[in-house]
């Protein structure tokens, strides 16, 4: 049997405000903690919720853009040769936020540093129990299998999230497309779209759809794919999964967002997706 992995975890803390000193645990650092006469070994990992509701819920006006970028950053700068632990992680509490604090380092156990991770997190990040997680539905459950995918790929890092329509429309346009890159002179961004529950958010991606691909020719000098990735009609038996009623607005939402020259994938076809991401950035 293979002894525990020694290693030390870090929380990072969102403070919305430092006087009350209340505050929402959004995500763990985690490394291997060096033997007597040996080097650590692993890249220390890193890990923020995927679900800020805990976050809005004490703040309504929390930046969730920086703290997504937050977790990119740090990251990247703790992958940076010579990274040297307690330095660094000062130097990235001072340089990111004021409101975004790193606890004190505490020892733990751990069978791999993955499981490790995912221990930590239930723990003290996202404290719901697991069926609860997996009661997501609609959109918010496709979101979650889009990114899913692509951190898989190793390719979540390197898209740009939320990407802000009014960039390529104009001004006062609230809607964010979920994410995106730009391989040889083509832009591909992709949305979750939930035809069994909301198809207005199809007519939403419809409407846009002609601004924004005029905008990225003009802003970017590029072709724009967008992508709609909505659940699939049909269960893994090949039955229609939906309502009489759900079926005509799901195809209904997907011959309006066609007619827009928007690709339609389902869920299904997402480890595809990732495989071409990853191909295409190089990973």
């Known amino acids: 049997m293979n002894e525990p992995l020694q290693c030390e975890f870090l929380l990072v803390r969102y403070v919305p405000d430092p006087v009350k000193n209340e505050f929402v645990n959004i995500g763990v650092l985690l490394r291997e903690t060096a033997r007597p006469g040996e080097p650590g070994s692993a890249a220390p990992l890193v890990r923020f919720t995927k679900d800020w509701a805990r976050v809005r819920c004490v703040d309504p006006d929390a930046d969730i853009d920086m703290l997504e970028a937050m977790e990119t950053e ?25 409101q975004v604090q790193i606890t004190a380092p505490k020892a733990c156990l ?24 997996q009661a997501l539905t609609g959109r918010a459950a496709i979101a979650r299998s889009l990114r899913t995918h692509l951190e898989h790929a190793r390719v979540w890092d390197l898209l740009q999230k939320r990407i802000a329509a009014a960039a390529y ?7 964010k497309i979920d994410c995106g890159y730009k391989p040889n002179g083509v832009i591909r961004m992709f949305h979750a779209v939930s035809l069994a529950s909301d198809v207005e958010l199809a007519k939403v991606l419809a409407f846009s759809a002609p601004a924004l691909r005029s905008g990225v020719a003009r802003v970017e000098h590029a072709e724009l794919e967008l992508t709609a990735i909505v659940e699939p009609l049909r269960n893994g038996h090949g039955e229609v999964a939906l309502g009489d009623d759900q079926v005509e607005q799901y195809r209904f939402g997907v011959e309006t967002m066609e007619t827009q020259q928007i690709r ?12 071409t991401a990853r191909r295409e950035l190089r990973v």
């Open 74 to 98: 740090m990251r990247r700068r703790l992958l940076e040769p010579g990274a040297d632990g307690p330095p660094l992680l000062a130097t990235m509490e001072d340089s990111f936020s004021h």
């Open 110 to 133: 751990a069978e791999n540093a993955a499981a490790g991770m995912e221990q930590l997190m239930q723990l003290y990040v996202e404290p719901r129990k697991l069926r609860a997680r």
């Open 169 to 175: 429309t104009r001004p006062g346009d609230s809607l």
């Open 264 to 275: 339609v994938l389902t869920v299904n076809d997402l480890e595809r997706v990732a495989d």
